[in-house]
């Protein structure tokens, strides 16, 4: 494979690596904000994150045009088979490069799921309280979904139940 499609791949890793990096911080930042409540830095995270994620999107968008370009199929085992295509020394740069991202990735995913938790406990304590306030047995404090992933909200028990 060319000189040119090498390079081409290690500056779409390199982007993509840093852009991935960039959401590693960003949602690790909006999970303290959470653990603290702090509404106004969750909202300039939110920004934030959001401007991050358009940066991955782009990212992706490219990796699927350079893959395409290759007629190679829009999966990670044609990106693979792509490195793998390129000289032993490059082939093992970028694949070092690929693995880096794909760790990243995994890391933004176990963050992003943990913040998804903190974010469910702090509705269901919010949901208390409202209860307890308007002694309300309709509260979404045990919100489960049914198959269809539509939320069923189950009573809760009154005050002189618990």
Same mark, same amino acid.
């Given at each position: 494979m060319s000189e040119a499609l090498s390079q081409t791949v290690k500056q779409h890793l390199l982007n993509s690596i840093q852009h991935m990096k960039a959401v590693k911080r960003c949602i690790?930042?909006?999970k303290e904000a959470l653990k603290i409540r702090d509404i106004k830095q969750i909202q300039m995270i939110t920004l934030e994150k959001?401007?991050?994620l358009n940066q991955v999107e782009a990212d992706i968008n490219? %990796?699927?045009e350079i893959l395409t370009s290759q007629d190679l199929e829009l999966d990670d085992e044609s990106m693979l088979a792509l490195i793998a295509g390129f000289p032993e020394k490059v082939s093992a740069s970028l694949s070092q490069g690929w693995q880096q991202l794909i760790s990243l990735h995994?890391?933004?995913k176990e963050i992003n799921q943990a913040n998804g938790m903190i974010i469910n406990k702090g509705l269901q304590q919010v949901d208390a309280m409202l209860s307890i306030l308007q002694y309300n047995t309709e509260a %979404?404090?045990?919100r489960t979904?049914?198959?269809k992933g539509r939320s069923i909200a189950q009573?809760?028990?009154d005050l002189g139940q618990a």
């Open positions: 690790e930042n909006e959001q401007k991050l490219d %990796r699927q995994d890391d933004v %979404r404090t045990a979904y049914n198959a009573s809760s028990r």
